[in-house]
């Protein structure tokens, strides 16, 4: 048994060395690398803290909580504010042996903590900011079962629909039924999930929940006019006054005072903050309200039990908010405590406190690591400042669009402001002061952020003590790019060229170099592959440099070196280049010169991928070997050959020969440099190949004794160029529906900026209408909620709205014009031709509904969940209402653990080598790891589930399994998305886990839902689709629903057989399984022919001595006979013969067991040596088909993988923006929309 697919870490990806290296080949670790080697046992350790203490909470029974050493106690204090017992109570302390405890320390250090321990909560006075605390808690428990928060992207709401399918609507299981239930059940889908329906509708992206109905349990819960009290009340204890409304209709005044909550005798209209009668003194909001409510009562209780039923995973708060492309229609809701945030939120207050991003970014990366524990703090504290810091970098970008932040230079245009808010400062992705005119303009400035960006984060995940950046993120909003940063202490007392010390910040007129960085910078240089080399200064000296010539260094006012602008930290691309250059042709390598490159572009910041240039250095290393292997093999035989040919002449002292000896090792030298050159390495004793970053730099100038080895490093770039053509890009298919739609994305960026805010609903569905649909109707305005709808006046109101748009250039938009501007921005940008809409639809078999999905992503559009009609050409398919909002595109650093990515590695080795119980072990104990800095809503904590799911179905353990995979759909739903390809594919694993624990109906849910957002993401001509197909044909045909399965099994040979050809294995299982399914039907004449092109395959690839020919030719033998029993059956009836006896034929039923093994064997989680077998038997024709359908990849190991969108990053090479090449490349290798699965045979090293 091997684990043929476990997950893309464990496919031994082309960057990824697959082997574990030697200790010659290992670099050598200081003191302090040995300090911060990973020590399992600690991890052990880390592990086997938990405990169980017991929580004595005021006025009621106390109940066990098992906590964890490592939690701290204000992390106690949450957890309790969450329990369904405690959930009510929010001032409160924790005192251990009448000690109250200190609220930052973990408890395995609090003296006298042990197992059994009693907690004791102690009620504590409020003050005006715990008062609002607890009334914002109360809000959020009362609204706990209510989406709107999802839906809105608000607080790290987002949704998640998995239990809607595993324990039905009503919360009961799905999978758990009565026998007597089983014939009733109806197990045919809904018709939009047919094979062959091009039905595409959008409402069941989210399904009406009966659980999320909210439980009403007051009608008004509102902070009173009231307020604040006056400085008489102050002094009785008064901190804010409520107003609610009961579910009876009754109007209450209440005071939070700093002892509790009570009833005052104030009205709308008469102030009178004494208590009412009876006196009632509570000290939670809830206690208070469950004594003079009955309704509430009744309702919060009915309200708590719901709400304690939810997974954990469903309740907790992202660490980054996930957006929604659809929502429902809802209405609005009063609510002061959003009216409170969103205000709070405008003037820059957190919780009433401001905070210095940038010294706690940086005292957090300061904090010491060299043991586990210290490690696990410090990566902690990194994760949670660098959330918070997006949250509010996200906030503010948002402010700043919507007018709200005054600018620091509110003379300057709109486009060149500059803003300070909650100290952070905000720019533009605009050229400001023709900075970025030698590079493109605006649009290298648009460009230059992502660059940035992206350095930030190789030098982040480098991490170098004493070197600093500084906090980044990225947000698109409304056509606009907003970028947020720290501020570095003291850069805005004097100029910022005054403070720079290394680097240029004028594009290399003044360059300035110090020693402090190149220190520090050297260091990074080994992991980043940048070459230290020299340029030439302002003075023509030459100066070193460690870095692009554009990053410069500062000395902050704290003493700290921080690097900024480091958007040339990566190679850049030959392939497009923003200027007409005297390239010599005989340089630009043959691959590139075929698909026409060099090419123009409009910016000069295109750069390759670091997932591309550590696949270019693996390709490298593995050249580099063989060539030295070969050379030293080649010497090894010479000086054999010479020993036996000559008689040897030794030293009589030590028995060598001292002068073949040190001959041999010049060789072996020789053959060592032979080779660094050969694959392009800096250095002539070892490989090591590294970039200089300013090779195509425009104001890069060079010492003329250095112009040799740029000449070098400029051929360097240009092999890996090549690189890019011949072997990533070959790998995969040219996303064509991609390139539409980031064409589409930045035309609506410069659309967007013309647009008045008032028309943001009518621009942006006129944007939808001409993009998708043919309609030609004019556009709405919401100036029309102003203007006179009465019908004596409909002729004048539409001559109003006519002039009014007619001033818009938006509103002049025509499809014809916006297809015209995308067609030359697909030719201008990715170089790639086309000639209208329809036909990129009709030859790429592209849907509307997908383009519609993508170009919400992208652009951070939101539409209302209705069922949209694209065909109409009298009607347009979006109105105003039908752009619910807009929300911004964030992208930003990711900090995670780095002692549990290393253990992922060596469980990636631990799984080459077939070590699954350990790979087990390694993943569990990463996953503590990553849950303790990142929490478990995270992509790495998904990933891990991911995994130990898979390998505890491998392993037998199916329960395991199960439950892994649940958490990793959960998590998958609420960190990518409810309909992510990665989503997707979890919820088909899920379904497997499902099948094998005995759940068949929830696995034929679960299925369904999967092939539902297959079709709408990608629609029905998908490699995935098969799967899901085949998939689903098994558990049908397991349920006996053999008209279903068929439908589904045929599909799925259409699809296997256009995708793969006629020759691969997976089409002769679909052959096999549509044998069996006619079997069991009794139709044996389409069973034989099946299962005839089954064996026909087999023998052709395999022989007939193979154990597969020999068990399909069994069962062909089987299937005969049972067809001439039938038909001598079928014979005897018409003839009436009397006294024949003919055994009647034996329809098979299916085996469930059965179903399993096909199941696993299309999903390929547990594979036979089959395909090694076909491939070792193949002849040389079939060879060269099969490579030819692979696009002459090269072959050790051939394995089916899904790639992800994220995989995408893994196997491209330069932004996507630079991927795409021409036609002709486009049609040869076929289309896929970006963020599908893509079906690829790929070869693996």
């Given at each position: 048994?091997?684990?043929?697919?476990?997950?893309?870490?464990?496919?031994?990806?082309?960057?990824?060395?697959?082997?574990?290296?030697?200790?010659?080949?290992?670099?050598?670790?200081?003191?302090?690398?040995?300090?911060?080697?990973?020590?399992?046992?600690?991890?052990?350790?880390?592990?086997?803290?938990?405990?169980?203490?017991?929580?004595?909470?005021?006025?009621?029974?106390?109940?066990?909580?098992?906590?964890?050493?490592?939690?701290?106690?204000?992390?106690?204090?949450?957890?309790?504010?969450?329990?369904?017992?405690?959930?009510?109570?929010?001032?409160?302390?924790?005192?251990?042996?009448?000690?109250?405890?200190?609220?930052?320390?973990?408890?395995?250090?609090?003296?006298?903590?042990?197992?059994?321990?009693?907690?004791?909560?102690?009620?504590?006075?409020?003050?005006?900011?715990?008062?609002?605390?607890?009334?914002?808690?109360?809000?959020?428990?009362?609204?706990?079962?209510?989406?709107?928060?999802?839906?809105?992207?608000?607080?790290?709401?987002?949704?998640?629909?998995?239990?809607?399918?595993?324990?039905?609507?009503?919360?009961?299981?799905?999978?758990?039924?009565?026998?007597?239930?089983?014939?009733?059940?109806?197990?045919?889908?809904?018709?939009?999930?047919?094979?062959?329906?091009?039905?595409?509708?959008?409402?069941?992206?989210?399904?009406?929940?009966?659980?999320?109905?909210?439980?009403?349990?007051?009608?008004?819960?509102?902070?009173?006019?009231?307020?604040?009290?006056?400085?008489?009340?102050?002094?009785?204890?008064?901190?804010?006054?409520?107003?609610?409304?009961?579910?009876?209709?009754?109007?209450?005044?209440?005071?939070?005072?700093?002892?509790?909550?009570?009833?005052?005798?104030?009205?709308?209209?008469?102030?009178?903050?004494?208590?009412?009668?009876?006196?009632?003194?509570?000290?939670?909001?809830?206690?208070?309200?469950?004594?003079?409510?009955?309704?509430?009562?009744?309702?919060?209780?009915?309200?708590?039990?719901?709400?304690?039923?939810?997974h954990p995973y469903e309740r907790i708060a992202a660490p980054f908010q996930v957006f929604t492309w659809t929502a429902p229609h809802r209405d609005h809701t009063l609510d002061c405590v959003r009216a409170e945030e969103t205000h709070a939120s405008y003037m820059g207050q957190d919780e009433h406190t401001s905070r210095d991003w940038n010294e706690e970014l940086q005292g957090c990366r300061e904090l010491p690591g060299c043991s586990l524990q210290e490690r696990l703090h410090r990566e902690r504290s990194?994760?949670?400042?660098?959330?918070?810091?997006?949250?509010?970098?996200?906030?503010?970008?948002?402010?700043?669009?919507?007018?709200?932040?005054?600018?620091?230079?509110?003379?300057?245009?709109?486009?060149?402001?500059?803003?300070?808010?909650?100290?952070?400062?905000?720019?533009?992705?605009?050229?400001?002061?023709?900075?970025?005119?030698?590079?493109?303009?605006?649009?290298?400035?648009?460009?230059?952020?992502?660059?940035?960006?992206?350095?930030?984060?190789?030098?982040?995940?480098?991490?170098?003590?004493?070197?600093?950046?500084?906090?980044?993120?990225?947000?698109?909003?409304?056509?606009?790019?907003?970028?947020?940063?720290?501020?570095?202490?003291?850069?805005?007392?004097?100029?910022?060229?005054?403070?720079?010390?290394?680097?240029?910040?004028?594009?290399?007129?003044?360059?300035?170099?110090?020693?402090?960085?190149?220190?520090?910078?050297?260091?990074?240089?080994?992991?980043?592959?940048?070459?230290?080399?020299?340029?030439?200064?302002?003075?023509?000296?030459?100066?070193?440099?460690?870095?692009?010539?554009?990053?410069?260094?500062?000395?902050?006012?704290?003493?700290?070196?921080?690097?900024?602008?480091?958007r040339r930290t990566f190679p850049p691309d030959l392939n497009f280049q923003f200027s007409e250059t005297e390239e010599r042709r005989e340089e630009v390598p043959k691959e590139c010169q075929s698909f026409g490159y060099p090419c123009l572009h409009c910016h000069s910041l295109a750069s390759l991928r670091p997932e591309l240039i550590e696949a270019f250095i693996q390709h490298r290393y593995e050249l580099f070997m063989k060539m030295v292997s070969h050379e030293l093999s080649q010497l090894t035989e010479?000086?054999?050959?010479?020993?036996?040919?000559?008689?040897?002449?030794?030293?009589?002292?030590?028995?060598?020969?001292?002068?073949?000896?040190?001959?041999?090792?010049?060789?072996?030298?020789?053959?060592?440099?032979?080779?660094?050159?050969?694959?392009?390495?800096?250095?002539?004793?070892?490989?090591?190949?590294?970039?200089?970053?300013?090779?195509?730099?425009?104001?890069?100038?060079?010492?003329?004794?250095?112009?040799?080895?740029?000449?070098?490093?400029?051929?360097?770039?240009?092999?890996?160029?090549?690189?890019?053509?011949?072997?990533?890009?070959?790998?995969?298919?040219?996303?064509?529906?991609?390139?539409?739609?980031?064409?589409?994305?930045?035309?609506?960026?410069?659309?967007?900026?013309?647009?008045?805010?008032?028309?943001?609903?009518?621009?942006?569905?006129?944007?939808?209408?001409?993009?998708?649909?043919?309609?030609?109707?004019?556009?709405?305005?919401?100036?029309?909620?102003?203007?006179?709808?009465?019908?004596?006046?409909?002729?004048?109101?539409?001559?109003?709205?006519?002039?009014?748009?007619?001033?818009?250039?938006?509103?002049?938009?025509?499809?014809?014009?916006?297809?015209?501007?995308?067609?030359?921005?697909?030719?201008?940008?990715?170089?790639?031709t086309f000639d209208s809409i329809d036909e990129v639809i009709e030859k790429h078999n592209l849907q509307r509904i997908s383009l519609l999905r993508e170009i919400a992503i992208k652009t951070g559009i939101q539409v209302q969940l209705r069922e949209y009609v694209f065909e109409s050409r009298h009607r347009p398919a979006f109105a105003e209402e039908d752009i619910v909002n807009m929300f911004p595109v964030v992208r930003h650093l990711k900090p995670t653990s780095s002692d549990a990515t290393r253990l992922?590695?060596?469980?990636?080795?631990?799984?080459?080598?077939?070590?699954?119980?350990?790979?087990?072990?390694?993943?569990?104990?990463?996953?503590?790891?990553?849950?303790?800095?990142?929490?478990?809503?995270?992509?790495?904590?998904?990933?891990?589930?991911?995994?130990?799911?898979?390998?505890?179905?491998?392993?037998?353990?199916?329960?395991?399994?199960?439950?892994?995979?649940?958490?990793?759909?959960?998590?998958?739903?609420?960190?990518?998305?409810?309909?992510?390809?990665?989503?997707?594919?979890?919820?088909?694993?899920?379904?497997?886990?499902?099948?094998?624990?005995?759940?068949?109906?929830?696995?034929?849910?679960?299925?369904?839902?999967?092939?539902?957002?297959?079709?709408?993401?990608?629609?029905?001509?998908?490699?995935?689709?098969?799967?899901?197909?085949?998939?689903?044909?098994?558990?049908?045909?397991?349920?006996?629903?053999?008209?279903?399965?068929?439908?589904?099994?045929?599909?799925?040979?259409?699809?296997?057989?256009?995708?793969?050809?006629?020759?691969?294995?997976?089409?002769?299982?679909?052959?096999?399984?549509?044998?069996?399914?006619?079997?069991?039907?009794?139709?044996?004449?389409?069973?034989?022919?099946?299962?005839?092109?089954?064996?026909?395959?087999?023998?052709?690839?395999?022989?007939?001595?193979?154990?597969?020919?020999?068990?399909?030719?069994?069962?062909?033998?089987?299937?005969?006979?049972?067809?001439?029993?039938?038909?001598?059956?079928?014979?005897?009836?018409?003839?009436?013969?009397?006294?024949?006896?003919?055994?009647?034929?034996?329809?098979?039923?299916?085996?469930?067991?059965?179903?399993?093994?096909?199941?696993?064997?299309?999903?390929?989680?547990?594979?036979?040596?089959?395909?090694?077998?076909?491939?070792?038997?193949?002849?040389?024709?079939?060879?060269?088909?099969?490579?030819?359908?692979?696009?002459?990849?090269?072959?050790?190991?051939?394995?089916?993988?899904?790639?992800?969108?994220?995989?995408?990053?893994?196997?491209?090479?330069?932004?996507?923006?630079?991927?795409?090449?021409?036609?002709?490349?486009?049609?040869?290798?076929?289309?896929?929309?970006?963020?599908?699965?893509?079906?690829?045979?790929?070869?693996?090293?």
């Amino acid at each position: 048994m091997t684990l043929f697919l476990v997950d893309r870490l464990f496919l031994g990806a082309p960057h990824v060395q697959t082997t574990a290296p030697t200790e010659d080949d290992l670099p050598e670790q200081s003191d302090d690398d040995k300090r911060k080697k990973l020590s399992i046992q600690d991890i052990v350790d880390l592990q086997e803290t938990s405990f169980t203490v017991r929580i004595q909470p005021p006025g009621t029974e106390g109940f066990e909580l098992q906590v964890s050493g490592q939690m701290l106690v204000v992390e106690l204090h949450q957890v309790l504010m969450d329990h369904e017992i405690t959930c009510h109570r929010t001032c409160f302390s924790l005192q251990l042996g009448g000690v109250t405890l200190d609220s930052l320390k973990e408890l395995h250090s609090v003296p006298g903590i042990r197992d059994g321990a009693v907690i004791k909560m102690v009620e504590e006075s409020y003050s005006v900011r715990d008062a609002r605390l607890h009334h914002r808690h109360v809000r959020d428990l009362l609204r706990s079962l209510d989406p709107t928060d999802a839906y809105n992207g608000v607080n790290g709401s987002s949704l998640s629909y998995l239990t809607f399918y595993t324990r039905g609507n009503n919360g009961n299981s799905v999978g758990k039924r009565r026998a007597s239930e089983w014939e009733s059940l109806d197990c045919s889908p809904p018709e939009y999930v047919l094979p062959g329906s091009k039905e595409r509708p959008l409402c069941p992206l989210q399904p009406v929940r009966e659980d999320w109905k909210p439980l009403q349990c007051l009608r008004v819960l509102t902070l009173s006019s009231w307020n604040p009290p006056p400085g008489n009340r102050k002094m009785h204890g008064d901190l804010i006054y409520l107003n609610v409304l009961t579910m009876e209709d009754r109007e209450l005044n209440i005071t939070s005072s700093t002892r509790g909550f009570f009833l005052n005798q104030s009205t709308a209209f008469n102030f009178n903050p004494k208590p009412a009668v009876p006196k009632t003194l509570c000290h939670s909001l809830v206690e208070l309200l469950s004594q003079v409510s009955p309704a509430f009562r009744k309702n919060f209780t009915a309200l708590q039990k719901k709400r304690v039923q939810q997974h954990p995973y469903e309740r907790i708060a992202a660490p980054f908010q996930v957006f929604t492309w659809t929502a429902p229609h809802r209405d609005h809701t009063l609510d002061c405590v959003r009216a409170e945030e969103t205000h709070a939120s405008y003037m820059g207050q957190d919780e009433h406190t401001s905070r210095d991003w940038n010294e706690e970014l940086q005292g957090c990366r300061e904090l010491p690591g060299c043991s586990l524990q210290e490690r696990l703090h410090r990566e902690r504290s990194i994760f949670k400042t660098n959330s918070d810091f997006v949250a509010a970098a996200t906030r503010g970008a948002t402010a700043v669009i919507d007018g709200n932040i005054m600018p620091i230079n509110p003379g300057e245009s709109p486009h060149l402001q500059m803003f300070m808010w909650n100290n952070l400062f905000f720019s533009q992705g605009f050229d400001v002061s023709e900075h970025y005119r030698p590079l493109g303009g605006n649009t290298a400035a648009h460009a230059a952020a992502i660059c940035d960006l992206r350095g930030a984060q190789a030098y982040a995940s480098v991490d170098i003590e004493g070197l600093h950046t500084i906090g980044t993120a990225v947000v698109d909003y409304r056509g606009v790019r907003v970028i947020a940063q720290t501020i570095v202490p003291g850069i805005l007392e004097k100029n910022q060229e005054e403070s720079i010390v290394y680097g240029s910040n004028d594009n290399g007129k003044t360059v300035f170099t110090h020693p402090r960085f190149l220190e520090l910078l050297d260091k990074t240089s080994k992991q980043l592959r940048i070459q230290r080399h020299q340029v030439l200064d302002h003075n023509n000296r030459p100066v070193e440099l460690c870095s692009g010539i554009e990053t410069i260094g500062i000395l902050g006012n704290d003493g700290r070196p921080y690097i900024l602008d480091l958007r040339r930290t990566f190679p850049p691309d030959l392939n497009f280049q923003f200027s007409e250059t005297e390239e010599r042709r005989e340089e630009v390598p043959k691959e590139c010169q075929s698909f026409g490159y060099p090419c123009l572009h409009c910016h000069s910041l295109a750069s390759l991928r670091p997932e591309l240039i550590e696949a270019f250095i693996q390709h490298r290393y593995e050249l580099f070997m063989k060539m030295v292997s070969h050379e030293l093999s080649q010497l090894t035989e010479q000086d054999e050959a010479t020993e036996w040919s000559e008689k040897p002449v030794c030293d009589s002292d030590t028995g060598e020969r001292p002068a073949a000896s040190a001959d041999m090792e010049i060789r072996r030298r020789n053959a060592i440099l032979k080779a660094c050159r050969a694959v392009g390495s800096v250095s002539d004793s070892c490989f090591d190949i590294r970039f200089n970053p300013d090779v195509c730099s425009p104001g890069a100038r060079f010492p003329a004794e250095c112009l040799e080895e740029v000449q070098r490093q400029r051929c360097l770039l240009w092999e890996a160029a090549a690189f890019l053509l011949s072997h990533q890009i070959p790998a995969m298919r040219i996303c064509v529906s991609e390139i539409i739609l980031r064409s589409a994305k930045h035309i609506f960026r410069t659309y967007l900026q013309d647009v008045e805010p008032a028309a943001f609903s009518a621009a942006v569905s006129h944007f939808l209408n001409c993009l998708l649909t043919s309609s030609s109707c004019f556009p709405d305005s919401c100036s029309d909620e102003l203007l006179s709808r009465r019908r004596s006046r409909r002729r004048r109101s539409h001559g109003s709205r006519v002039a009014l748009l007619s001033d818009s250039v938006w509103a002049r938009l025509t499809s014809g014009e916006l297809w015209g501007r995308i067609r030359a921005e697909a030719r201008d940008y990715y170089h790639y031709t086309f000639d209208s809409i329809d036909e990129v639809i009709e030859k790429h078999n592209l849907q509307r509904i997908s383009l519609l999905r993508e170009i919400a992503i992208k652009t951070g559009i939101q539409v209302q969940l209705r069922e949209y009609v694209f065909e109409s050409r009298h009607r347009p398919a979006f109105a105003e209402e039908d752009i619910v909002n807009m929300f911004p595109v964030v992208r930003h650093l990711k900090p995670t653990s780095s002692d549990a990515t290393r253990l992922v590695q060596q469980a990636q080795l631990a799984v080459q080598q077939g070590l699954l119980k350990e790979c087990y072990d390694l993943i569990s104990q990463a996953l503590t790891l990553f849950s303790s800095v990142c929490g478990v809503l995270h992509e790495d904590v998904c990933m891990c589930l991911r995994l130990l799911g898979r390998l505890s179905y491998i392993l037998g353990e199916n329960a395991d399994a199960l439950s892994h995979q649940e958490k990793a759909v959960m998590s998958s739903e609420r960190v990518h998305g409810i309909d992510h390809p990665q989503t997707i594919q979890d919820y088909t694993f899920l379904t497997l886990y499902c099948f094998a624990g005995g759940r068949h109906l929830t696995s034929l849910q679960l299925l369904y839902r999967a092939r539902y957002l297959t079709l709408l993401v990608s629609g029905d001509d998908h490699p995935h689709v098969a799967l899901l197909d085949s998939m689903l044909g098994l558990v049908l045909h397991g349920l006996m629903e053999y008209e279903l399965s068929l439908k589904f099994l045929q599909n799925a040979l259409t699809l296997t057989s256009k995708y793969h050809g006629p020759f691969h294995v997976f089409l002769l299982h679909s052959h096999h399984l549509l044998a069996t399914v006619y079997e069991s039907k009794g139709e044996f004449r389409s069973a034989l022919h099946h299962e005839k092109e089954a064996y026909s395959i087999y023998k052709s690839q395999v022989g007939e001595n193979h154990n597969n020919t020999k068990e399909s030719s069994e069962y062909l033998k089987s299937l005969t006979q049972q067809a001439v029993i039938l038909q001598k059956a079928i014979n005897q009836i018409y003839s009436n013969t009397p006294g024949a006896c003919i055994p009647p034929p034996k329809f098979s039923t299916p085996s469930l067991p059965t179903i399993l093994q096909q199941l696993n064997l299309t999903l390929k989680v547990k594979m036979e040596d089959l395909e090694n077998q076909l491939l070792m038997t193949m002849d040389n024709e079939q060879q060269w088909r099969m490579k030819a359908r692979q696009n002459n990849a090269v072959i050790k190991q051939v394995t089916q993988v899904h790639l992800l969108k994220e995989d995408f990053a893994l196997l491209l090479s330069v932004d996507i923006d630079y991927q795409c090449h021409n036609k002709t490349l486009a049609e040869l290798y076929g289309t896929v929309c970006d963020g599908k699965h893509v079906q690829l045979t790929s070869f693996l090293s």
